[in-house]
């Protein structure tokens, strides 16, 4: 996306270029009840794309060879949408998970989705949730590299967290390695006191996943096949188990009601303003600028406060915009300047001075140069 750094495709071992594969599994399966909504928790949207989407980017950015979606609730919904806005060039398939019986039975099942539904058994493999959209390339280049140079069974990204109720709890030996990781339903009360927790998000030796996985038993709180127990199952079949803790826990916090999603997105929006400021963009109070991950800002753009751009919106440069100004899908040409605009799939044209209290409607234009005045409008009057 515009505003992502770019990492490359091949990962660093040893000094040299490695060409293991890596795979990953997304878990995108849940209903997300707690989102109180009648759209699919992986479609909810965060600054323009659906929130599984991100994952994706991630993954795509990261040189992944292949990654296998999950699905379940409303599973023709989810494919749809995800095909429809899928980084390019990215290997993607789906399955389905049909009777959604925990992490665990959702790893064995996507682990079927891969190439000709063989299991993979080289390389590693890289296991997330479809609720993770702040997670970073950078991270889980780091993860895997740590997995690498430590040859191990399982290394899993955790977080120290002020309020770790929730989570999974990361549960270390006297040596200090991990050795389980335990659900917070199913933790004791010391157990809850620990303040690291699981982010959902693991490296694997996809050779030692698979009869890992048919070794877990869904006796617990929830009666489901946790994925948190293969940790365990690894540890006591004396596979090392590595972990390395995310510098910032807000990158791995899941969404999982409306106010986990309002706080992941502004989040998101910080990131966004932040990449576009480092490359010369101007904006007088960022926390007033609300840009999607899909806008294109040229050089040398001017933003004043309350202004949103949302959609395929193309600035050009040099272009003032502000204050008060609403854009989807419209493209603005260079040195144009915009007070208090609401355009949508509109044109306007290079140097044109627009508004103030200008509506655009959906197919309208303006020319190069012209110059509307206040209370311009190509809307259909009522």
Do not use: W
């Given at each position: 996306?515009?505003?992502?750094?770019?990492?490359?495709?091949?990962?660093?071992?040893?000094?040299?270029?490695?060409?293991?594969?890596?795979?990953?599994?997304?878990?995108?399966?849940?209903?997300?009840?707690?989102?109180?909504s009648s759209t699919p928790k992986p479609l909810h949207r965060l600054c323009g794309r659906p929130m599984v989407l991100h994952v994706l980017d991630c993954l795509s950015e990261l040189g992944v060879d292949e990654v296998v979606v999950v699905v379940g609730f409303q599973s023709v919904e989810v494919v749809k949408a995800v095909e429809?806005?899928?980084?390019?060039?990215?290997?993607?398939?789906?399955?389905?998970?049909?009777?959604?019986?925990?992490?665990?039975?959702?790893?064995?099942v996507g682990l079927t989705g891969f190439d000709r539904g063989r299991e993979p058994d080289e390389g590693e493999l890289i296991v997330l949730p479809g609720d993770a959209p702040l997670v970073r390339p950078e991270t889980l280049r780091r993860l895997v590299e740590l997995h690498r140079s430590q040859r191990a069974g399982a290394t899993l990204l955790s977080a120290v967290m002020e309020d770790p109720t929730g989570?999974?709890?990361?549960?270390?030996?006297r040596n200090g390695r991990v050795s389980r990781i335990v659900e917070h339903r199913d933790a004791t009360?010391?157990?809850?006191?620990?303040?690291?927790?699981?982010?959902?998000i693991y490296c694997f030796d996809p050779a030692?996943?698979?009869?890992?996985?048919?070794?877990?038993?869904?006796?617990?709180?929830?009666g489901e096949y946790y994925l948190t127990d293969v940790i365990g199952v690894l540890g006591d079949a004396g596979y090392s188990v590595g972990s390395m803790v995310v510098d910032d826990a807000r990158e791995v916090a899941g969404v999982n009601d409306q106010l986990q999603l309002a706080i992941a997105q502004e989040t998101l929006r910080d990131r966004i303003n932040g990449a576009w400021m480092r490359r010369g963009v101007s904006m007088l109070n960022p926390r007033a600028v609300y840009l999607d991950t899909t806008v294109e800002l040229g050089d040398e753009v001017i933003i004043y406060p309350n202004v949103v751009l949302e959609g395929?919106?193309?600035?050009?440069?040099?272009?003032?915009?502000?204050?008060?100004?609403h854009l989807v899908d419209t493209t603005v040409g260079c040195g144009a300047t915009l007070r208090s605009v609401d355009a949508r799939r509109a044109q306007i044209g290079a140097n044109a001075d627009v508004g103030p209290f200008a509506v655009l409607a959906p197919g309208s234009s303006v020319a190069d140069g012209e110059v509307t005045g206040p209370y311009f409008s190509t809307a259909t009057p009522f």
């Open positions: 996306m515009p505003f992502r750094e770019t990492v490359a495709r091949e990962l660093l071992k040893n000094g040299e270029m490695n060409p293991q594969p890596i795979r990953a599994i997304v878990l995108a399966a849940g209903e997300g009840s707690r989102m109180r429809a806005e899928a980084p390019a060039g990215l290997p993607l398939s789906f399955v389905e998970q049909h009777e959604r019986r925990g992490t665990g039975d959702a790893v064995a989570y999974g709890r990361i549960v270390r030996s009360d010391d157990e809850r006191e620990i303040r690291e927790v699981g982010t959902s030692l996943l698979a009869p890992s996985l048919r070794r877990i038993l869904p006796d617990n709180a929830q395929k919106t193309v600035i050009g440069s040099g272009v003032t915009m502000g204050p008060d100004c």
